[in-house]
């Protein structure tokens, strides 16, 4: 029994966790700067929000061990549960139902609490069962999107737009340009963790089929665009600083160092003299890189209103 909770646990991937609370912070920054303070009832659902974003991200990372294991994909995978046999694919399967049906639930009880408008219920309704339906579809079923290079959309638009734009709107009911471009930062470095982990796992990928982005594109040109990524994501990042004449976003300069020593291992990576598994470390990198990045973006905000 513990040594099934504890694979469990595994599969969860707590590691990940700061991806999915980093924009729902990034939004009630957002949402604090326009209201200029919290009632009970907002507190109650930036606690909320948080929960079910979480809770997507779970649901994504049972859904993605169960999908990969089954296929055989993570079979090289030691810390895959599914693929190693700790694991049982019939009862983590009715655990991935089980848990989408709670976290659907706990989602309706937040849209119940921020809405009043029964259209913007039905709405973001709609989101949220997409939000699920995409959580599980990345590696599971028949046609898994994860596998024709299509999981970098789903994170941008899931990480980014909706969990930002989404957790913002819940909050306000009102969206300005500004958030958009805020929305637009998150869910490039999302996406940027999630090629980082395919551009290490790109050998492996070809050889079981799984048609990733990096796999389809090589890993000189993934590295490329990488680069290209990391990099509009932080001049977006200023553009909003300018736009909100928020000069505390200067202190994303503090990123400077390991963004440029991170960037040089990509490098590395696209002329071959470091192989795909050495790119692993660079993924608790990334990761570390985003959540900072958020928690800067949340706190300049909050002083910015503070004066």
């Known amino acids: 029994m513990n040594a099934s909770f504890f694979a469990f646990v595994k599969a969860t991937r707590p590691r990940t966790y700061p991806l999915a609370i980093a924009g729902v912070v990034v939004a009630n920054a957002l949402a604090f700067s326009q209201l200029g303070t919290f009632s009970h009832k907002q507190w109650l659902i930036f606690a909320l929000t948080v929960w079910v974003a979480l809770g997507l991200q779970i ?7 169960y999908g990969d294991g089954i296929k055989g994909t993570d079979e090289h995978r030691t810390d895959r549960q599914t693929a190693q046999g700790n694991l049982s694919p019939s009862v983590l399967k009715k655990i991935i139902i089980v848990w989408a049906g709670f976290i659907f639930a706990c989602g309706v ?15 973001f309704l709609a989101f949220g069962i997409l939000s699920i339906i995409g959580a599980m579809a990345y590696t599971m079923g028949k046609r898994p999107y994860g596998y024709s290079a299509k999981g970098e959309i789903a994170v941008f638009v899931f990480f980014g737009l909706l969990n930002v734009l ?7 009911q009102h969206l300005r340009v500004s958030d958009v471009i805020a929305s637009v930062v998150v869910g490039l470095l999302c996406v940027c963790v999630l090629m980082i982990n395919n551009m290490r796992d790109i050998d492996d990928d070809v050889k079981t089929g799984k048609h990733t982005l990096a796999v389809m594109l090589g890993k000189d040109k993934v590295s490329q665009l990488y680069r290209f990524l990391l990099l509009t994501a ?3 990042l200023l553009t909003f600083g300018g736009l909100r004449q928020n000069y505390y976003l200067l202190s994303v300069i503090l990123l400077s160092y390991p963004i440029s ?3 040089s291992i990509i490098c590395q990576y696209s002329d071959e003299k470091i192989t795909p598994h050495q790119l692993a470390p660079q993924l608790k990198t990334i990761v570390g890189i985003t959540l900072i990045n958020s928690i800067l973006i949340s706190l300049s905000i909050l002083l910015f209103n503070l004066n």
Request: aromatic share 20%; no cysteine; hydrophobic share 50%.
């Open 59 to 65: 649901l994504s990372n049972l859904a993605n061990d």
């Open 261 to 263: 020593k991170h960037l």
């Open 234 to 236: 932080f001049f977006l």
């Open 166 to 172: 989404g957790g913002l709107y819940l909050q306000t």
């Open 109 to 123: 009880g937040l849209l119940w609490l921020s809405f009043d408008n029964l259209t913007e219920f039905f709405t």
